[in-house]
């Protein structure tokens, strides 16, 4: 016996499995015509192709001149694929459903950050080469969700992404990028 994959990607979350085919069948349209040919002109649907078998497909201008079976074509009217359906990142399949996924939950502890107005950290002469530049772990918002942040930068001349990751009292997780650039 013989066991061959078949071109489908694994994922180890299942959950992200779930979401992987379900934007699948929700965003690809290809379709195998009754002809056997990719995404038939000639015809507006079909079974979805399969992973990784060859089809026929029409090129242009030929495409465009097709409306009804039979047609005729020649040996410069087509051409042969393979087809693969599109994969996409963790990342891309949580944005398409408008969902978050948190890494894991830290308990409070005490991360440095310099304070340059209340003491003499500035008059160091090695330069600030962090890059995390602030965290807090056990950060609590006001009644309207919103928290004030104050931290220093470092002297690395980058583009930063700030993470905002949280937890509401019902339980529900949230998450959000926002990358900023730090100058001379």
Not at 119 to 124: E, G, H
Request: aromatic share 12%; hydrophobic share 30%; charged share 30%.
């Amino acid at each position: 016996m013989t066991i061959k994959e078949t071109g489908n990607r694994q994922f180890r979350d299942k959950y992200l499995g779930y979401l992987d085919s379900l934007t699948k069948a929700d965003l690809i349209k290809d379709y195998v015509g009754t002809c056997g040919w990719l995404n038939c002109p000639a015809e507006s649907g079909g079974p979805k192709p399969i992973e990784g078998k060859q089809y026929s497909t029409l090129i242009e201008p030929k495409r465009s001149q097709v409306i009804s079976h039979p047609y005729s074509f020649g040996s410069g009217d087509f051409k042969q694929v393979v087809y693969h359906y599109p994969q996409f990142t963790e990342e891309e399949l949580l944005k398409k459903r408008n969902m978050a996924r948190l890494r894991g939950y830290s308990l409070p502890r005490e991360f440095f950050h310099p304070d340059y107005e209340n003491n003499t950290s500035r008059l160091d002469p090695l330069p600030d080469f962090r890059n995390t530049l602030y965290w807090k772990s056990d950060l609590i918002t006001d009644k309207r969700g919103e928290a004030v942040i104050d931290f220093y930068s470092s002297d690395l001349v980058s583009g930063f992404v700030c993470r905002i990751e949280g937890l509401c009292a019902e339980g529900l997780l949230g998450k959000k990028d926002i990358e900023f650039t730090v100058q001379k």
